[in-house]
Every structure is written in structure tokens, then in C-alpha cells.
């Protein structure tokens, strides 16, 4: 596993975490104030905070004298191992959403993820081919921005560059990844915490290339999409 940091210069990252956390924090305070106006309503509330947060985590990225090159926007290696990894990176997560559940129902019982607020989309071609289009600009992207590119490289430059503080880092990014996705209830806080830990190992695992997760992410919305398109209403 490659946790070494490409930027040993990250200034103070518990402030940076905390701007970005103020921002987001922030932006959706504004975006729940006035969302009888916002043309997306309740459905996919969060846009503006995620967003929000993704241009803090630039923003800040470059004035501690780092590159995008850091948040993981590099080239990859070879091309042609791209669809691979992602695909790989995805079938990785579909089967850890079936496996882990099951394993957890033993000892407690976990709901599953409250996705009414998409009933919408159930049978609506035109809504649901707009919303696969939407999600990986409005959703995929920020969130590996704020999530796996900032927060992670933040995280290991507190907890340390060994296998320990990347591990730490994937960890504690995953649990904050699931909590700010308390609206779709207890089961989808838990679903897309396994989403953060596949997604953050698999960003360490890549080489920290953030373009490799953001496709895999990607895949993972536009069949959650298609899921919702295709059952009954």
C-alpha cells in the first residue's frame, strides 16, 4: 500500500479541516434556508455544501503551495488499467454493500437506506438519465475532492505516513463520509461509510490518483440510478 505523502508541506491540517467543515457547514445552512427555490428542492439536497467544499479544499490546496497534483488530479501510469482499477474498485464495493450487512445483522439490525426522496425518478426515463448525468459533476467529483484528495492526505499528516496513520486517515474519513449522509437515513449513513472505506483504501491503493475513484464512484451512482428507475413505485 503506497501511503507515502506526495506533500510533505501541509501547513496546519486541522485548520484546513476545519475552514472546509465551516464552508460546507455553511453552504448548507444557506441551501436548507432557501431550498422552496432551489429548482432540486428536497431530492438532492447537499449540492451547494459539497460543492462549497470542494472549492475550499482547491482553494486551499493552493495557497499552502501545493498542486491539484496533490489532491490526486495526476495522469495515470498507463490508461489502459483505468477502466480496470475502477471496475475492479466497484465490484469491490457492490459485493462488501451485500457481504457486510449480513455479517452486522447478527449483532444489530441495520435498516435499509431511506431513498424515498428519488421515488421520482421510478419509471421516469427523462429524470433518471438526467440525474445519472448529474450525480457524477455534482456528487462523484466534490465529494472524492473534499473526501479522499483533502481529507485523507489531511488525516495522515496528523496521524503519521506509516500503514498505521493511512489506515487511521481511510478509517475516520469513512465514518465522516457516512454521517453527512444522514438523510437517507440509519442504513445509508452505514452504506456510504463502506463506500468511504472502499473508495479511501482503494485511492491509497491507486497511487492516491483521484481520477480512478471518481470513475469507480461514478459506476456505483449510475447504477444506483438505474435500481431506483427499475423498481415498482
Same mark, same amino acid.
Given at each position: 500500500m503506497n501511503i507515502k505523502s506526495k506533500s510533505n508541506d501541509y501547513g496546519r491540517p486541522l485548520v484546513d479541516i476545519a475552514v472546509v467543515v465551516a464552508v460546507s457547514a455553511a453552504a448548507f445552512t444557506v441551501e436548507v434556508a432557501i431550498a422552496d427555490i432551489l429548482p432540486w428542492g428536497e431530492e438532492a439536497r447537499g449540492i451547494i455544501a459539497v @460543492?462549497?467544499?470542494?472549492?475550499a479544499a482547491v482553494v486551499l490546496t493552493l495557497i499552502r503551495g501545493a498542486a491539484l497534483a496533490d489532491l490526486g488530479f495526476q495522469r495515470p501510469k498507463r490508461w489502459l488499467t483505468v477502466p480496470f482499477w475502477a471496475l475492479g474498485i466497484f465490484v469491490v464495493f457492490v459485493v462488501a454493500q451485500g457481504v457486510v450487512p449480513v455479517l452486522v445483522a447478527n449483532f444489530i439490525d441495520v435498516p435499509q437506506p431511506d431513498m424515498s426522496r /428519488?421515488? /421520482? %425518478?421510478?419509471?421516469?426515463?427523462?429524470a433518471a438519465i438526467t440525474m445519472g @448525468? &448529474?450525480?457524477? @459533476?455534482t456528487a462523484a467529483i466534490p465529494e472524492e475532492i473534499v473526501y479522499r484528495g483533502f481529507l485523507i492526505n489531511r488525516l495522515i499528516a496528523l496521524f503519521g505516513q506509516g500503514r498505521a496513520g493511512? $489506515?487511521? !486517515?481511510?478509517?475516520?474519513?469513512?465514518? %465522516? =463520509?457516512?454521517a453527512v449522509h444522514f438523510q437517507w437515513g440509519v442504513g445509508g449513513v =452505514?452504506? $456510504? &461509510?463502506i463506500m468511504g472505506l472502499?473508495?479511501? =483504501? !482503494?485511492?491509497l491503493l491507486c497511487g492516491r490518483n483521484l481520477w480512478i475513484v471518481i470513475i &469507480?464512484?461514478?459506476?456505483a451512482h449510475v447504477a444506483l440510478v438505474m435500481q431506483i428507475y427499475s423498481s415498482p413505485a
Amino acid at each position: 500500500m503506497n501511503i507515502k505523502s506526495k506533500s510533505n508541506d501541509y501547513g496546519r491540517p486541522l485548520v484546513d479541516i476545519a475552514v472546509v467543515v465551516a464552508v460546507s457547514a455553511a453552504a448548507f445552512t444557506v441551501e436548507v434556508a432557501i431550498a422552496d427555490i432551489l429548482p432540486w428542492g428536497e431530492e438532492a439536497r447537499g449540492i451547494i455544501a459539497v @460543492l462549497s467544499g470542494a472549492v475550499a479544499a482547491v482553494v486551499l490546496t493552493l495557497i499552502r503551495g501545493a498542486a491539484l497534483a496533490d489532491l490526486g488530479f495526476q495522469r495515470p501510469k498507463r490508461w489502459l488499467t483505468v477502466p480496470f482499477w475502477a471496475l475492479g474498485i466497484f465490484v469491490v464495493f457492490v459485493v462488501a454493500q451485500g457481504v457486510v450487512p449480513v455479517l452486522v445483522a447478527n449483532f444489530i439490525d441495520v435498516p435499509q437506506p431511506d431513498m424515498s426522496r /428519488y421515488d /421520482y %425518478i421510478r419509471g421516469n426515463l427523462p429524470a433518471a438519465i438526467t440525474m445519472g @448525468l &448529474a450525480l457524477p @459533476l455534482t456528487a462523484a467529483i466534490p465529494e472524492e475532492i473534499v473526501y479522499r484528495g483533502f481529507l485523507i492526505n489531511r488525516l495522515i499528516a496528523l496521524f503519521g505516513q506509516g500503514r498505521a496513520g493511512g $489506515t487511521l !486517515a481511510v478509517v475516520v474519513q469513512a465514518l %465522516i =463520509f457516512g454521517a453527512v449522509h444522514f438523510q437517507w437515513g440509519v442504513g445509508g449513513v =452505514f452504506v $456510504t &461509510a463502506i463506500m468511504g472505506l472502499v473508495w479511501g =483504501f !482503494a485511492f491509497l491503493l491507486c497511487g492516491r490518483n483521484l481520477w480512478i475513484v471518481i470513475i &469507480a464512484h461514478s459506476m456505483a451512482h449510475v447504477a444506483l440510478v438505474m435500481q431506483i428507475y427499475s423498481s415498482p413505485a
